[in-house]
């Protein structure tokens, strides 16, 4: 009964640093997401698959590179860590239809220093 | 541009009250609306998906209330318990314009605390 599975959950980074947040489903869900959470802000949307090979921008996504090889996985990569990104990363997956329900991952707490 | 709001961010009550969380959405085209439940760093775990044509959804203690046509959704919480204090977010499903892409806007919360 695994769901959402994100990895790693908690991860201290120095500016400059790059690296990559895991996200794998075992839903089959065709849709998945990345959003941000942040104090003030709620959560926003980074970026969005609606299946394999297919990726599109959200709200916020200068600084993250997304791919999506399979239907199960879809990485995020931070190219040069800045400490703005400091942030909760949550992972969700969702079935194609528009009127299906979300599933997150337990999340990611990212520090930049 | 799709606007979602909770009101109050912060309420306690004692254990044992019924209570009320609202949310409100600018813009009623939606495909549906969701709430969530968040505790402190977890992630979010669904609690109940209200579609656009309905207008409620029940799940043990928790009934949500859609009125799409007022931009209004409440979760009613009855009989609570301290095992309910938590954060509850309301999300709204909605078609992003000239696309046929959707898209999730969230509210930012309320945190709820129930005291025993």
């Known amino acids: 009964n695994a769901g959402v599975t994100q990895t790693p959950k908690f991860q201290v980074l120095k500016t400059g640093q790059s690296m990559t947040l895991q996200c794998a489903q075992d839903?089959?869900?065709?849709?998945m997401s990345w959003y941000r959470q942040d104090p003030g802000m709620g959560l926003r949307l980074i970026h969005y698959s609606v299946g394999a090979g297919i990726t599109d921008q959200g709200e916020v996504p200068n600084g993250y590179n997304v791919s999506r090889s399979t239907t199960e996985d879809f990485p995020l990569r931070l190219l040069s860590a800045a400490p703005s990104q400091t942030s909760v990363y949550f992972c969700?997956?969702?079935?194609?239809?528009?009127?299906?329900?979300?599933?997150f991952g337990q999340g990611t707490r990212l520090t930049v220093v | 541009k799709q606007e979602v709001t909770q009101i109050p961010a912060a309420l306690s009550v004692p254990e044992g009250e019924n209570l009320v969380l609202n949310c409100s959405f600018t813009d009623s085209a939606i495909y549906n609306l969701q709430w969530f439940r968040q505790d402190p760093g977890k992630g979010l775990t669904s609690l109940l998906l209200?579609?656009?044509?309905?207008r409620e959804q029940t799940s043990g203690r928790l009934n949500a209330s859609l009125d799409k046509s007022s931009g209004r959704s409440t979760l009613y919480i009855a009989a609570s318990q301290p095992g309910d204090s938590a954060t509850y977010l309301c999300a709204v499903r909605h078609r992003i314009r000239n696309t046929n892409a959707g898209k999730s806007t969230f509210g930012d919360g309320t945190t709820l605390t129930v005291k025993p």
């Open positions: 839903m089959n869900h065709e849709y």
């Open positions: 969700a997956s969702r079935a194609f239809l528009e009127y299906t329900e979300a599933f």
């Open positions: 209200i579609q656009s044509s309905q």
